[in-house]
């Protein structure tokens, strides 16, 4: 049986690995667009979740856990899927804007796991709410632009 803290970690270690995960496909969708606007973007959406890992870690040392380093399985899919399209798509502004959506979708949902568990304390509840916030406001970003962007 898990106690309490140790579920905790794993709460908190799950959303540090999505973090990771989003880190990763932000640094690579940098590297798929020659757009600057894009670029910036992107740079801005993994700082968001370097701020958001690290909050994270602070949490999971101060409960005595090792913070995850990794990412998810279903991230190393989603970035082979996004090297695929790349490599198909010749780096079309669409389907990078499309893929980042799609990681974005990846994110809120573990978020929305985490904190629908029931299994997540009060105390680390409000740095999660708050970290989801944000998160659905750079979803909505990342939409405004998929659906306003054409293809080059």
């Given at each position: 049986m898990e106690?309490?803290?140790?579920?905790?970690?794993?709460?908190?270690?799950?959303l540090?690995?999505?973090?990771?995960d989003r880190i990763e496909g932000y640094e690579r969708a940098v590297g798929d667009t020659d757009d600057p606007k894009l670029k910036s973007l992107f740079h801005t959406m993994a700082q968001e979740?370097?701020?958001?890992?690290?909050?994270l870690l602070t949490e999971?040392?101060?409960?005595?856990g090792t913070p995850e380093e990794g990412?998810?399985?279903?991230?190393?899919?989603?970035?082979?899927?996004?090297?695929?399209?790349?490599?198909?798509a010749g780096k079309d502004r669409?389907?990078?804007i499309s893929s980042c959506e799609f990681g974005e979708d990846a994110a809120l949902e573990t978020y929305h796991e985490v904190m629908n568990s029931g299994k997540l304390p009060?105390?680390?509840?409000?740095?999660?709410?708050?970290?989801?916030?944000n998160l659905h406001h750079s979803h909505?970003?990342?939409?405004?632009?998929?659906?306003?962007?054409?293809?080059?």
């Open positions: 106690t309490n803290e140790s579920q905790t970690i794993k709460l908190l270690n799950d540090i690995r999505i973090n990771n979740s370097r701020k958001f890992k690290n909050e999971v040392v101060k409960l005595g990412t998810t399985a279903s991230g190393k899919i989603f970035r082979a899927w996004m090297d695929f399209k790349a490599a198909i669409k389907s990078i009060a105390q680390y509840f409000h740095i999660v709410k708050e970290q989801d916030r909505d970003r990342i939409k405004l632009i998929r659906d306003t962007v054409k293809s080059l």
